[in-house]
Nanobody
Framework: QVRLVESGGGSVQPGGSLRLSCAAS????????????MRWARQAPGKGLEWVSD???????SYADFVKGRFTTSRENAKNLLHLQMSSLKPEDTAVYYC????????????RGQGTQVTVSA
C-alpha cells in the first residue's frame, strides 16, 4: 500500500518561502513511484480540499492560477520524493498541504498523506 508523508511546513512571514516534501513508500516492484501521477492539494480552515498542482509521470506540471509563478512542483523518482517550492507566500496560502498519488492507469487518487501545516502571517 502506498504511503505518503509530507514535511517542511511551518510558519513564515508574507513574502517568505518554504519547501514542502512528500516521501512516498510502499510501492510494488511492478508499479514504482515513477508510474504515479502526483498532486499537491491544500485545505484552509473551514474550506474544502483545493487543488494546487499536478506533476505527471513525465514531469509535466500544472498549477492553479492562484499559485502560478510562485510555486514550483518537482519530483525525484530515484528517491521517491515529491517537492513543492513555495515563494512569495501570502496569508491566503495558509492551509494544510497534502500530497496525493494516482497510478497512471488508475482514475482515482488512491493515496493521500496526513498533511503538513503552512501558516503565513506577519
Amino acid at each position: 500500500q502506498v504511503r505518503l508523508v509530507e514535511s517542511g511546513g511551518g510558519s513564515v512571514q508574507p513574502g517568505g518561502s518554504l519547501r514542502l516534501s512528500c516521501a512516498a513508500s510502499g510501492f510494488n516492484v511492478s508499479e514504482p513511484f515513477s508510474e504515479y501521477e502526483m498532486r499537491w492539494a491544500r485545505q484552509a480552515p473551514g474550506k474544502g480540499l483545493e487543488w494546487v498542482s499536478d506533476i505527471s509521470t513525465g514531469g509535466l506540471t500544472s498549477y492553479a492560477d492562484f499559485v502560478k509563478g510562485r510555486f514550483t512542483t518537482s519530483r525525484e523518482n530515484a528517491k521517491n520524493l515529491l517537492h513543492l517550492q513555495m515563494s512569495s507566500l501570502k496569508p491566503e496560502d495558509t492551509a494544510v498541504y497534502y500530497c496525493l498519488a494516482s497510478h497512471q492507469y488508475e482514475d482515482r487518487w488512491s493515496a493521500r498523506g496526513q498533511g503538513t501545516q503552512v501558516t503565513v502571517s506577519a
